[in-house]
T-cell receptor
Framework: AQTVTQSQPEMSVQEAETVTLSCTYD???????LFWYKQPPSRQMILVIR??????QNATENRFSVNFQKAAKSFSLKISDSQLGDAAMYFC???????????FGTGTRLQVTL | KAGVTQTPRYLIKTRGQQVTLSCSPI?????VSWYQQTPGQGLQFLFE???????NKGNFPGRFSGRQFSNSRSEMNVSTLELGDSALYLC????????????FGPGTRLTVL
Protein backbone atom coordinates (compact mmCIF):
# COMPACT_ATOMS: atom_id res chain seq x y z
CA ALA A 1 0.00 0.00 0.00
CA GLN A 2 1.12 3.49 -0.71
CA THR A 3 1.64 5.41 2.51
CA VAL A 4 2.91 8.67 3.92
CA THR A 5 4.42 8.76 7.40
CA GLN A 6 4.82 11.83 9.55
CA SER A 7 6.51 10.60 12.69
CA GLN A 8 6.24 13.85 14.66
CA PRO A 9 2.67 14.41 15.89
CA GLU A 10 3.69 17.73 17.47
CA MET A 11 6.59 20.13 17.16
CA SER A 12 7.36 23.42 18.83
CA VAL A 13 9.62 26.24 17.66
CA GLN A 14 10.46 29.67 18.97
CA GLU A 15 9.68 32.67 16.88
CA ALA A 16 12.47 33.51 14.42
CA GLU A 17 14.03 30.04 14.78
CA THR A 18 14.17 27.24 12.24
CA VAL A 19 12.25 23.98 12.41
CA THR A 20 12.21 20.87 10.24
CA LEU A 21 9.19 18.63 9.83
CA SER A 22 9.80 15.06 8.70
CA CYS A 23 7.97 13.01 6.12
CA THR A 24 8.67 9.65 4.56
CA TYR A 25 6.62 7.92 1.93
CA ASP A 26 6.37 4.60 0.25
CA UNK A 27 5.57 4.21 -3.42
CA UNK A 28 6.71 1.95 -6.21
CA UNK A 29 6.10 4.66 -8.80
CA UNK A 30 9.02 6.47 -10.37
CA UNK A 31 7.05 9.53 -11.36
CA UNK A 32 5.14 11.36 -8.64
CA UNK A 33 4.67 14.71 -6.97
CA LEU A 34 5.15 15.66 -3.34
CA PHE A 35 3.40 18.40 -1.41
CA TRP A 36 3.30 20.11 1.93
CA TYR A 37 -0.01 21.62 2.98
CA LYS A 38 -0.72 23.83 5.97
CA GLN A 39 -4.05 23.76 7.80
CA PRO A 40 -4.51 26.56 10.35
CA PRO A 41 -7.36 26.58 12.88
CA SER A 42 -9.66 27.95 10.17
CA ARG A 43 -9.32 24.46 8.56
CA GLN A 44 -8.49 26.01 5.18
CA MET A 45 -5.87 23.82 3.50
CA ILE A 46 -3.11 25.97 2.06
CA LEU A 47 -0.48 24.70 -0.34
CA VAL A 48 2.99 25.44 1.04
CA ILE A 49 5.30 23.82 -1.46
CA ARG A 50 5.36 21.28 -4.31
CA UNK A 51 8.18 19.05 -5.52
CA UNK A 52 8.32 17.06 -8.73
CA UNK A 53 10.04 13.73 -8.10
CA UNK A 54 12.01 13.84 -11.35
CA UNK A 55 13.65 17.13 -10.32
CA UNK A 56 16.74 16.78 -8.15
CA GLN A 57 16.72 20.41 -7.09
CA ASN A 58 14.92 21.02 -3.82
CA ALA A 59 11.90 23.31 -4.05
CA THR A 60 11.90 26.62 -2.19
CA GLU A 61 9.16 29.11 -1.46
CA ASN A 62 10.36 32.11 0.54
CA ARG A 63 10.96 30.85 4.12
CA PHE A 64 9.90 27.32 3.23
CA SER A 65 12.23 24.79 1.67
CA VAL A 66 12.33 21.02 1.33
CA ASN A 67 15.01 18.38 1.58
CA PHE A 68 14.01 15.78 -0.98
CA GLN A 69 15.91 12.51 -0.78
CA LYS A 70 14.40 10.30 -3.47
CA ALA A 71 16.39 7.17 -2.73
CA ALA A 72 15.48 7.37 0.94
CA LYS A 73 11.89 8.39 0.10
CA SER A 74 12.17 11.30 2.44
CA PHE A 75 10.64 14.76 2.00
CA SER A 76 11.21 17.07 4.96
CA LEU A 77 10.02 20.66 5.25
CA LYS A 78 12.23 23.37 6.71
CA ILE A 79 10.66 26.57 7.96
CA SER A 80 13.12 29.39 8.53
CA ASP A 81 12.55 32.52 10.60
CA SER A 82 9.38 31.01 12.08
CA GLN A 83 6.46 33.36 12.61
CA LEU A 84 3.40 33.13 14.84
CA GLY A 85 1.28 32.72 11.71
CA ASP A 86 3.11 29.50 10.88
CA ALA A 87 1.33 27.74 13.74
CA ALA A 88 -0.86 25.09 12.11
CA MET A 89 -1.19 21.44 11.18
CA TYR A 90 1.18 20.52 8.40
CA PHE A 91 0.37 17.64 6.08
CA CYS A 92 2.75 15.89 3.75
CA UNK A 93 1.18 14.32 0.66
CA UNK A 94 2.05 12.75 -2.64
CA UNK A 95 0.29 12.24 -5.94
CA UNK A 96 0.89 9.52 -8.49
CA UNK A 97 -0.68 9.21 -11.90
CA UNK A 98 -1.60 5.62 -11.22
CA UNK A 99 -3.49 6.38 -8.02
CA UNK A 100 -4.87 9.71 -9.31
CA UNK A 101 -5.24 11.10 -5.81
CA UNK A 102 -3.42 12.86 -3.03
CA UNK A 103 -2.35 10.50 -0.26
CA PHE A 104 -1.86 12.38 3.00
CA GLY A 105 0.14 11.74 6.13
CA THR A 106 -1.39 12.09 9.58
CA GLY A 107 -0.04 15.59 10.07
CA THR A 108 2.33 17.43 12.41
CA ARG A 109 0.95 20.11 14.69
CA LEU A 110 3.41 23.01 14.83
CA GLN A 111 3.38 25.42 17.74
CA VAL A 112 5.25 28.72 17.53
CA THR A 113 6.19 30.32 20.82
CA LEU A 114 7.45 33.79 21.68
CA LYS B 1 -9.02 35.13 -9.12
CA ALA B 2 -11.65 33.84 -6.75
CA GLY B 3 -10.69 30.74 -4.83
CA VAL B 4 -12.51 27.45 -4.55
CA THR B 5 -15.94 27.91 -3.05
CA GLN B 6 -17.97 25.30 -1.25
CA THR B 7 -21.59 25.45 -0.22
CA PRO B 8 -23.01 25.13 2.28
CA ARG B 9 -20.30 25.75 4.85
CA TYR B 10 -22.17 24.01 7.65
CA LEU B 11 -24.85 21.37 7.55
CA ILE B 12 -26.74 19.44 10.20
CA LYS B 13 -28.64 16.35 9.15
CA THR B 14 -30.18 13.34 10.86
CA ARG B 15 -29.45 9.69 10.21
CA GLY B 16 -31.10 8.31 7.12
CA GLN B 17 -31.30 11.63 5.31
CA GLN B 18 -29.34 12.50 2.22
CA VAL B 19 -27.17 15.51 1.53
CA THR B 20 -25.66 17.26 -1.51
CA LEU B 21 -22.52 19.33 -1.26
CA SER B 22 -21.40 21.73 -3.94
CA CYS B 23 -17.97 22.86 -5.09
CA SER B 24 -17.08 25.62 -7.56
CA PRO B 25 -13.47 25.40 -8.71
CA ILE B 26 -11.13 28.24 -9.51
CA UNK B 27 -11.96 29.71 -12.90
CA UNK B 28 -10.18 27.75 -15.62
CA UNK B 29 -9.57 24.70 -13.46
CA UNK B 30 -10.96 21.52 -14.94
CA UNK B 31 -10.11 18.98 -12.26
CA VAL B 32 -11.96 18.63 -8.97
CA SER B 33 -11.20 16.26 -6.12
CA TRP B 34 -13.08 15.59 -2.90
CA TYR B 35 -11.65 14.55 0.47
CA GLN B 36 -13.17 13.63 3.80
CA GLN B 37 -11.38 14.73 6.97
CA THR B 38 -12.15 13.21 10.35
CA PRO B 39 -10.15 13.13 13.60
CA GLY B 40 -9.97 9.34 13.50
CA GLN B 41 -9.25 8.63 9.83
CA GLY B 42 -7.50 11.82 8.82
CA LEU B 43 -7.73 12.96 5.22
CA GLN B 44 -9.19 10.38 2.88
CA PHE B 45 -9.73 10.64 -0.84
CA LEU B 46 -13.29 10.39 -2.15
CA PHE B 47 -13.32 11.22 -5.88
CA GLU B 48 -11.41 12.89 -8.66
CA UNK B 49 -13.15 14.39 -11.68
CA UNK B 50 -11.70 15.80 -14.86
CA UNK B 51 -13.74 17.09 -17.78
CA UNK B 52 -16.94 15.60 -16.37
CA UNK B 53 -15.39 12.13 -16.01
CA UNK B 54 -14.68 10.39 -12.74
CA UNK B 55 -11.06 9.35 -12.94
CA ASN B 56 -10.81 7.72 -9.57
CA LYS B 57 -12.90 6.86 -6.53
CA GLY B 58 -11.73 6.21 -3.00
CA ASN B 59 -12.65 3.33 -0.76
CA PHE B 60 -16.08 4.56 0.30
CA PRO B 61 -19.44 2.82 0.12
CA GLY B 62 -21.82 3.36 -2.77
CA ARG B 63 -23.80 5.82 -0.65
CA PHE B 64 -21.15 8.35 -1.65
CA SER B 65 -21.49 9.59 -5.20
CA GLY B 66 -20.49 12.60 -7.18
CA ARG B 67 -20.54 14.29 -10.52
CA GLN B 68 -18.99 17.13 -12.43
CA PHE B 69 -20.78 19.50 -14.74
CA SER B 70 -19.66 21.03 -18.02
CA ASN B 71 -18.66 24.26 -16.23
CA SER B 72 -16.38 22.14 -13.96
CA ARG B 73 -18.55 22.67 -10.90
CA SER B 74 -18.92 19.50 -8.89
CA GLU B 75 -21.36 18.03 -6.45
CA MET B 76 -21.12 15.12 -4.11
CA ASN B 77 -24.07 13.31 -2.62
CA VAL B 78 -24.29 11.12 0.44
CA SER B 79 -27.45 9.07 0.85
CA THR B 80 -28.76 7.31 3.94
CA LEU B 81 -26.51 9.29 6.25
CA GLU B 82 -24.81 7.55 9.15
CA LEU B 83 -23.33 9.07 12.30
CA GLY B 84 -19.86 8.21 10.99
CA ASP B 85 -20.36 10.46 7.98
CA SER B 86 -19.90 13.48 10.24
CA ALA B 87 -16.78 15.12 8.88
CA LEU B 88 -15.23 18.07 7.13
CA TYR B 89 -15.63 17.58 3.37
CA LEU B 90 -12.96 19.33 1.37
CA CYS B 91 -13.01 20.08 -2.31
CA UNK B 92 -9.87 20.88 -4.27
CA UNK B 93 -9.39 22.10 -7.81
CA UNK B 94 -6.49 22.08 -10.20
CA UNK B 95 -5.99 23.02 -13.82
CA UNK B 96 -4.74 19.58 -14.69
CA UNK B 97 -5.19 16.37 -12.69
CA UNK B 98 -1.74 14.88 -13.18
CA UNK B 99 0.13 16.14 -10.14
CA UNK B 100 -0.80 19.78 -10.58
CA UNK B 101 -1.18 21.94 -7.48
CA UNK B 102 -4.52 21.34 -5.85
CA UNK B 103 -6.14 24.38 -4.26
CA PHE B 104 -8.62 23.65 -1.51
CA GLY B 105 -11.89 25.24 -0.60
CA PRO B 106 -12.89 26.11 2.97
CA GLY B 107 -14.79 22.85 3.37
CA THR B 108 -18.29 21.87 4.37
CA ARG B 109 -18.72 20.77 7.97
CA LEU B 110 -21.37 18.02 8.03
CA THR B 111 -22.83 16.92 11.34
CA VAL B 112 -25.09 13.87 11.40
CA LEU B 113 -27.30 13.51 14.47
Amino acid sequence: AQTVTQSQPEMSVQEAETVTLSCTYDTSESDYYLFWYKQPPSRQMILVIRQEAYKQQNATENRFSVNFQKAAKSFSLKISDSQLGDAAMYFCAYYTGTASKLTFGTGTRLQVTL
Amino acid sequence: KAGVTQTPRYLIKTRGQQVTLSCSPISGHRSVSWYQQTPGQGLQFLFEYFSETQRNKGNFPGRFSGRQFSNSRSEMNVSTLELGDSALYLCASSFWPFGDEQFFGPGTRLTVL
